[in-house]
C-alpha cells in the first residue's frame, strides 16, 4: 500500500513540475500587470526547442535551446503589446496561434513524416541519499530529475526575491500602482518587458521539461493547454509563490487521479475522466475567485503618462 501511494504522489509531482515552472513565471509576469495569453505558445516553441537542441548538442543543450525558445515567442507579445500598444489578449492569442502552427511546421519539414518516432535522451530520476527513505514523501519528492529539485529551490528563491529585494518590490509596484512606481524612478514598460521575457523563458523550460524529462520525443500540440492551465493556477494559488507550488500539486493529483479511476474498470465512459483535472480545477477556482486578490492593476495597460 505504502509502495503504491509512493508511486501515485512521484507521479503527482512529476506531472506537476512543467504545470509549476510555466506558472511561476506567469506569476512574475501577473505581478508586473500584464495577462500573459502567449504562455502556450511558449511552451510549445520550449518543446520544439529542446528537441532541436538536445539533438545537436544533448540535455543541456536542450534546456538552453528550449529557454531561447520561450524567450523569443514572449518577446514578441512585448514588442506588440508595450511597444505597438495592441490589446494583451489578442496578442497573446495570437503568438499562441503562431507557434502552435510554426512548429508544427519545422517540425514535419524537419523531421518528415515519420518525426514522430523521434526520440531524444531524457533526465533519468536521481534519489536523494537519506532523503529519498522517507516513508510516503521520500519517494515522491526526492526521487525526481534534476529538474524537479531545482523548482524546489526557485520557489523558495522567488519567494525571496518578490518580499525582500528592491527589484522584487518594484515588480509589484508596478502590477499595483505603475503611476506610483514611475513618480518613485521604475519604468513600467521596462519591468513589463523583462517579466514578460522571463515568463517566457519559464514556459519554454516547462516545454523542455516536457520533451528532456518525461516523453523523450516531440509531437505537435503536446503542450495540451497547459499554459492556460498554469494562468489557472497562478489564480489558485492567489498570487503567491507557495501558493502557486500548491496549486501546481493539486492540479499534478488530479492528473493522476484519472488514471487510477480509469484503472478501477468503471463502466462509464473514459472522457469523463480524462475532464477530471479541469474539473476540479474549475471548482477550486470557484471557490477561492471571491477571496484572491489580484493585483490592482493586472490587466490594464500602461497610460501615456507612466511610459
Partial sequence: MADTFGDFLQASVRTATPLALAAYGELVVERAGII??????AIIAGAFGALVGAGAGGIGAGFAVAMIAGCAATAVVALVVLWLRADAIIAGTAVTMLALGLTGTLYRSLYGAQGAALSVPTLSPQALPLLADVPWLGRALFVQPVITYALYGLA?????????????LALRAVGERPVAAFAAGISPVRVQALALLF????GGLAG????????????????SGRGFIAIAIVVLGRWSPL???????????????QYVFQSLGWSVPYQLFLALPYVLTLLALAGTQRRAEAPAALGKPLDDDTR
Fill in 36 to 41: 500573459n495569453l502567449g504562455l502556450e505558445g
Fill in 156 to 168: 523558495a528563491a522567488l519567494w525571496w526575491w518578490m518580499t525582500r529585494t528592491h527589484a522584487g
Fill in 199 to 202: 515568463g517566457g523563458a519559464m
Fill in 208 to 223: 523542455g521539461v516536457l520533451v528532456l524529462a518525461q516523453v523523450g520525443t516531440f509531437a505537435e500540440g503536446m503542450s
Fill in 243 to 257: 501558493g502557486v507550488a500548491a496549486a501546481a500539486l493539486l492540479f499534478g493529483v488530479a492528473s493522476q487521479l
